[in-house]
């Protein structure tokens, strides 16, 4: 397989990965809508040394939300998502959105669909344009 890129908003962090990921799940639990302020998160699940960090390391920061098995990561600088190892410590978890490239599997499904926000469904068929609308 092929290596990936991947990087925050700002640039400051940088990584790189083998193209292999195993799981790509769009969580759509309440507390994933609260950690990204949209309706699901798109996480990647790979290995837990699948990870090369390029640049930027030291201004990653985790958050573990006391409690539950749920975790963020980002960037201190501008707060985009960054890769983080899973809570309990068996994968690396990858949000898609910071890759530079598409991943090598596509979505396999909707989790805690129960937990959906109540518009997620109604702004998939809302009209679509490549830019802002005029």
């Known amino acids: 397989m092929s290596?990936?890129?991947g990087s925050c908003l700002c640039g400051d962090v940088t990584f790189e990965?083998?193209?292999t990921f195993m799981q790509f799940h769009f969580c759509h639990c309440q507390q994933c809508?609260?950690?990204t302020g949209s309706a699901h998160v798109s996480n990647l699940f790979t290995a837990v040394d699948?990870?090369?960090w390029l640049s930027g390391q030291e201004q990653v920061k985790r958050f573990d939300v006391p409690g539950r098995s749920l975790t963020s990561s980002f960037c201190a600088t501008c707060g985009s998502p960054t890769p983080y190892v899973s809570s309990s410590g068996k994968a690396l978890i990858v949000p898609a959105g910071s890759l530079d490239d598409a991943p090598s599997i596509a979505p396999q499904d909707n989790i805690?669909?129960?937990e959906r926000a109540n518009w997620y469904e109604?702004?998939?068929n809302a009209e679509k344009f490549t830019g802002f609308p005029e």
């Open 3 to 5: 290596k990936i890129k």
């Open 17 to 19: 990965c083998e193209n």
């Open 33 to 35: 809508q609260k950690t």
């Open 50 to 52: 699948n990870i090369t």
């Open 112 to 114: 805690f669909w129960s």
């Open 122 to 124: 109604k702004g998939l």
